[in-house]
């Protein structure tokens, strides 16, 4: 696998981060599944850039790329009977539009959680995420709705999006 | 690769790293902060694990915050009952923890952070000891130019017509509302527990659950009830109410000046004086409330109450399933039978016509689907 990712991959890569992460955490397979693919992904991290960091222009595009292409792997090996060869494209256009009905049952749930946990942040850290993830206000936006500075919006989403993230974990 | 810790625990500080490099990726970052980035994500597995994990959360919160119906006033408020801390820990996301050379001359800035927070947690310390019926309040005032809505926490929601301006102060035994200048329409949550005071120039409107409206402009005050019933009386000097609110919990009995229903008007001077009664004629009360009702995806609970701004027979939305439909669509504000017609065009929607209110129930007891 080349270091060097096109252009538009990498836009459409970013993009589609979220769903490929989603994808690969939970829908390939069990979870020491998923354990594996992130310790391959890792391992590919780590080897492609020896001797040369400079190599890798977008790391997070890099990051996905990698863990589209392991995928994409993993789909082939399972089934054994190849993926077509459009690459990678494909698999992230079919992440997108995610239609198992295992996978929708376990979003929805995964969301439910999500809410209650939104809504038990402190009032100004929910503010901001709200704030942030539904309305699209700019950190200096929220900044001025909340009268807080522009740093501490960023700082709150941090809690915030962590603060989820290790709530929702309890679950798992 | 050797070390395969269980990925199902990952710190709370990976956590927060891996949340601050996705912020900063979303930021167009510099060469250099994109090989930062890259070290951070080499460090281990779980590193890896973090920041998908994150990725994959970003997109969760995105739908999950679409569906969050609170209105930004009201996230402003709640967040506004919140004090402005600085956190003790400095922001872990965005620069990697380890590199010790970085750690030494990151030292002071922490310290002095950590020390200024400190302050300021003794100062919040002895302000929030000191006796709590002074707490500021918080201010809303509406532009010069347009209506200002506030929902409070309580679900009490209050419109102010262009340059007004009202004070709030909760606590857990009261909730006082003053009316510093212009007009403002009331409507009041339930909370039996925490009376509702509303104070305008001099004078006290106590009520549970109703709908009214009050005009401060000069030293009068001019108090319409649109439905529901509230009393409106002359208080002691604040500082005696204060007093033995403090002590005993209530506050100093206030001399009563009249008691109106809805569509009633009264006019009190600022002597406590009641110079006017009457009848108020809802369609000229609070003229300046929009005449139209626009919501888009919202509740039909919201939307219902909005109207009762507006009519003595108030609408109420009794099935949950009904209530928490979302619509969207505009209505004259003075014309709610439009809108009842509407709620009960709608399938299973029973209207229940009553003398003091109109209600919505659910028609599924009767018929099945």
Known sequence: MSTETPQSWARLLVDKGPSLANYFLRRVAHRWDAQDLVQEVYLRLLRSAQGDTGSVRNPEAYLFTVAANLVKEHAQMRQRAPVSSEGLEEVIERLATPCDAGADIDRQLRRQRLAALIDRLSPKCRAVLVLHYRDELSYREIAEQLSISPNMVKKYIVKGLAACRQGLQRYE | ?369
């Open chain 2, 1 to 369: 690769m050797n070390d395969r810790r269980p990925a199902h625990r990952p710190s709370r500080r990976i956590t927060e790293e891996a949340a601050g490099w996705y912020l900063d990726m979303r930021e167009n970052p510099g060469a250099r902060t994109r090989e930062r980035f890259l070290a951070w994500l080499r460090r281990s597995p779980q590193h890896v694990a973090e920041y998908l994990a994150i990725a994959q959360l970003h997109g969760d919160m995105r739908a999950v915050a679409a569906m969050d119906g609170t209105p930004l006033d009201e996230l402003r408020a709640l967040a506004a009952t919140e004090p402005n801390v600085v956190p003790l820990r400095r922001d872990q996301g965005t620069e990697p923890r380890d590199v010790s050379a970085r750690r030494a001359r990151r030292h002071h800035p922490g310290r002095w952070a950590a020390a200024a927070s400190i302050l300021l947690l003794g100062a919040m310390a002895w302000f929030l000891g000191r006796p709590s019926t002074d707490t500021p309040g918080v201010r809303y005032a509406a532009a010069p130019d347009g209506i200002r809505t506030v929902t409070l926490a309580d679900d009490t929601r209050i419109q102010l017509s262009p340059g007004s301006i009202v004070d709030v102060r909760f606590d857990d035994r009261s909730r006082r509302i003053e009316l510093v200048s212009g007009d403002a329409s009331f409507d009041i949550g339930k909370d039996a527990t925490r009376p509702m005071q509303v104070d305008a120039g001099g004078q006290r409107i106590e009520d549970i659950g109703t709908v009214f409206d009050v005009s401060r402009h000069s030293g009068d005050i001019e108090v319409s009830v649109i439905s529901g019933r509230v009393a409106i009386s002359n208080p002691a000097a604040p500082w005696l109410d204060r007093a033995r609110l403090r002590l005993t919990g209530r506050g100093w009995p206030a001399e009563r000046i009249a008691e109106i229903g809805g569509g009633e008007t009264a006019r009190v001077s600022t002597e406590g004086r009641l110079i006017g009664r009457g009848k108020a004629d809802v369609a000229t009360v609070a003229t300046w409330l929009p005449a139209e009702i626009r919501f888009h995806d919202s509740r039909v609970a919201d939307v219902a109450r909005r109207f009762n701004a507006y009519t003595a027979t108030p609408l109420s939305v009794d099935d949950p399933v009904l209530a928490e439909k979302r619509i969207s669509g505009a209505f004259h504000a003075r014309d709610p039978e439009a809108f009842v017609s509407y709620l009960g065009s709608l399938p299973q929607v029973r209207v229940l016509r009553e003398p003091k209110r109109i209600r919505f129930t659910s028609a599924r007891g009767n018929r099945r689907l």
